[in-house]
C-alpha cells in the first residue's frame, strides 16, 4: 500500500519567524504575511489625502511628521502620520498616534480601523478586535475590518470564532484572495492541512492574488510533504533572484523541524500552537 506524505512540522520558533517575515516577498495579505501573518488590507480604508504617502517610508514619516506636529488635532494628519510610522516599522509609536486621534476623534471610523490595526501590528489582539468593532456596524459592514479582526481572533486561538468572520467578509466580497488566504491559514494553524490548501489554491486561482498567496500556499504545500511541489509554486513567476531567495527561505524552513526533531528530547510542536502574536 501506498504511504501517504507525512505532514511536516514546525517549531514553533521557527514558523513563527515564517509568517513575520518580510524577507520572502514584500508582504505574503491586510495579516498569517515576505510574509507577514496574516493579510492587512486597512489600507483601502485610507482618506485621499493619507494615500497621497511618498513612496520612502522614512521621507513619508517627516513629512506627515511635521503636518501632525502643526496641529495633533488634525484627523487626516494624525491619519496620515500613523500609517507613515507603520509603513516604517515604528509600531509602538503608531499606536500612541493613532490612539490620541481616536481619543479626539472617537467617531472616526477610519481612524478606529487603523489604529485597531496598529494594535494588532504591537500584538495586542484583544485591544485590536475591540477598537475595530467600533469601526462599523452590523447593518453597514466593512469586509476589510472584518477580515482583519478574524486574524486577531485567530492570534487568540479563537479559530473558529475567526473564521465565521471570515466567512461574513467572503459574503461581501465573494473570492476575496486576501480573505482566503487568512481563512486558509485559518486551517493551517489548526493543522487542517488539505482544508487550507483547498482554500489557498482558490485564493491562489484569483487573477487579484499577490506574492503572499503563493508564498501561504508553497508553506502548506510544504508542511504536507510535497517539497518540490512547494518549490515550484514558491517560484512562481518571480524574477530570477527572487525565486532563488524565496526558495532558499522555504527551504531554511522545511529544514529546521527536521534539526529541531533530531535533538534529544526535541518534540514537535504543532501549528496549532502557532496563535502568539508576532
Not at 27 to 51: F, I, N, P, R
Not at 107 to 112: R, W
Amino acid at each position: 500500500m501506498r504511504r501517504q506524505p507525512r505532514q511536516a512540522r514546525f517549531p514553533t520558533a521557527a514558523l513563527a519567524r515564517f509568517l513575520s517575515s518580510a524577507a520572502v516577498t514584500a508582504v505574503l495579505a491586510a495579516g498569517l504575511g515576505g510574509c507577514q501573518t496574516m493579510s492587512d488590507v486597512t489600507g483601502a480604508l485610507t482618506s485621499s489625502k493619507a494615500q497621497a504617502t511618498p513612496d520612502d517610508p522614512r521621507r513619508a514619516v517627516d513629512v506627515y511628521g511635521e503636518r501632525y506636529r502643526a496641529n495633533p488635532k488634525d484627523a487626516e494628519a494624525a491619519l496620515a502620520y500613523g500609517q507613515a510610522l507603520r509603513a516604517s516599522g515604528q509600531r509602538a509609536q503608531a499606536a500612541a498616534v493613532l490612539e490620541q486621534a481616536t481619543i479626539a476623534h472617537p467617531g472616526n471610523k477610519t481612524l478606529l480601523a487603523t489604529y485597531g490595526r496598529a494594535l494588532a501590528d504591537n500584538g495586542n489582539s484583544q485591544a485590536a478586535f475591540d477598537v475595530l468593532a467600533r469601526a462599523h456596524t452590523p447593518s453597514n459592514p466593512d469586509w476589510r475590518i472584518l477580515s482583519v479582526q478574524g486574524t486577531t481572533l485567530d492570534k487568540m486561538g479563537k479559530h473558529d470564532e475567526a473564521r465565521r468572520y471570515y466567512e461574513s467578509a467572503l459574503k461581501i466580497v465573494p473570492e476575496e484572495p486576501s480573505v482566503l488566504s487568512n481563512l486558509g491559514l485559518s486551517y493551517m494553524l489548526t493543522r487542517e492541512l488539505p482544508q487550507a490548501e483547498t482554500t489557498l489554491r482558490r485564493a491562489y486561482a484569483n487573477p487579484k492574488a499577490d506574492s503572499r498567496v503563493r508564498q501561504n500556499l508553497a508553506l502548506v504545500v510544504g508542511l504536507q510533504g510535497r517539497f518540490a511541489e512547494a518549490e515550484t509554486i514558491a517560484k512562481g513567476d518571480l524574477p530570477a533572484d527572487e525565486a532563488t531567495t524565496n526558495v532558499a527561505y522555504l527551504r531554511e524552513m522545511l529544514s529546521r523541524k527536521d534539526k529541531d526533531q533530531s535533538r534529544p528530547g526535541a518534540r514537535a510542536v504543532p501549528v496549532a500552537t502557532l496563535n502568539r502574536p508576532d
